[in-house]
């Protein structure tokens, strides 16, 4: 009788993890968790179809007897394995048993027993040996993709007819080695782009990541200080010390993003984001519902947000102030002989209310810098690493 027991607190959040990848009923996978128990290590896997995790078990310990031979495998009820140990108190050691037809696990004085599924499933058997020869690879640093990945994706497509909106564009360079992504819903744009140590990539590659599958992908990228990603024409294998995910790609060719990137040659200025955001919810509350928008202007030193006049009614109106730091005047807009900072570009334009409040989630907080043109162009928002895009609306 093959037996192990692990901690549940290290153990529920990766079983948790894992088991979200699992398929449907009927489809790839069939909602099973695989085990494969060795005499070291407990591996689990699951597999959707468009996602495959496999992540080792951590602090495991397995004991074992002469009349159960290891390696062994199972394949049990994903979201059970998921009910059971979740209300399990915190620091419970728990103990599991392979036993014919069940797995029979023992946390304090409760029992559970799990039914072993006899059928088989071919998309959850391991993977053969990896080959590289044909995909680029790059060692990032992890908790900064994750962080990038989730930022992007606030302004990915969600449902959007144009299959390659729905995604994150990851491409991997070379000449200095680094990444970029970028994600938009054709509104507007989130792109970061990051310089890595020389080496760090083996070759040039890109692809789209489907927004489906990226909340598993930026867990798992976040669980280690490096990851190893493989990027090749079936999707991206991201691997850590402890787990491996397999996601797919979206077919087709990205947008032609750098022609919504504005040149920074107009308007700027700088705020405090805090204050900015703070701003925003005081008077997002009486936009119009069927036309959330804001309107923006700067007078010298001070920007003023306005719910559109006439929002809810005539007689209702929001305004918010605040005071920013206008930056040097450009020389489009100063007449000849004048001096740059005696011409600043005052800033005009209306945009979507809920695309402003994302701005949040898309930046790091701190000092953000703003660029503008005029009252059709796109405003700029960063934070000196990732660019946020947002279209002006009609006025």
């Known amino acids: ?33 695989r085990l494969d128990i060795s005499a070291t290590e407990v591996r689990l896997t699951a597999n959707n179809g468009a996602l495959r995790l496999s992540a080792l078990l951590p602090d495991v310990q397995v004991l074992a007897d002469a009349k159960t031979p290891l390696p062994c495998a199972i ?30 696990l023992r946390a304090g004085k409760s029992k559970f027993s799990l039914t072993v599924l006899s059928d088989n499933h071919p998309a959850l058997e391991p993977r053969k040996a990896d080959s590289v020869a044909s995909g680029a690879v790059a060692v990032l640093p992890g908790a900064q993709l994750a962080r990038h990945l989730e930022q992007v994706l606030v302004s990915a497509g969600k449902q959007d007819a144009r299959a390659i909106l729905n995604g994150v564009y990851l491409e991997l360079l070379q000449n200095p080695d680094g990444y970029r992504m970028t994600a938009s819903d054709g509104r507007r744009l ?51 010390p402890s787990l491996l995910l397999e996601t797919n790609r979206i077919d087709g060719e990205y947008l032609a993003y750098e022609r919504a990137l504005p040149h920074r040659d107009a308007g700027s200025l700088e705020l405090d984001s805090a204050e900015f955001l703070d701003c925003l919810k005081q008077v997002a509350p009486l936009t119009n519902p069927d036309a959330p928008s804001l309107q923006l202007t700067t007078d010298g030193d001070t920007l003023t947000i306005r ?17 920013v730091t ?64 947002v279209m002006a609306m009609r006025q």
């Open 307 to 323: 719910s559109r006049p006439g929002a809810v009614s005539a007689q209702e109106e929001a305004v918010a102030e605040m005071t």
């Open 75 to 104: 394949h049990i009820p994903a979201e059970k394995l998921v009910s059971v140990l979740k209300p399990i108190p915190k620091g419970t050691e728990v103990k599991a048993a392979l036993e014919p037809g069940k797995l029979a």
């Open 190 to 240: 989130a792109h970061v782009e990051v310089e890595l140590p020389q080496g760090s990539i083996s070759r040039e590659d890109a692809c789209i990541l489907p927004v489906t599958n990226l909340a598993t992908l930026i867990k798992a990228a976040g669980s280690a200080e490096t990851v190893e990603c493989l990027l090749d024409e079936h999707g991206l294998r991201l691997r850590t």
């Open 326 to 389: 206008p930056a040097v005047g450009n020389p489009e807009v100063c007449p000849p002989g004048e001096p740059r900072d005696a011409c600043p570009l005052e800033l005009g334009v209306l945009l979507n209310r809920d695309y402003l409040l994302d701005s949040g989630k898309v930046l790091s907080p701190g000092r953000w810098r703003v660029y503008y043109r005029d009252a059709s162009s796109a405003v700029e928002l960063t934070d000196g690493e990732t660019r946020y895009i």
């Open 1 to 33: 009788m093959a037996q192990f027991q692990f901690p549940r607190d290290t153990a529920y959040p990766i079983v948790h993890l894992v088991a979200s990848c699992a398929g449907t009923p009927g489809g790839v996978g069939d909602m099973a968790l």
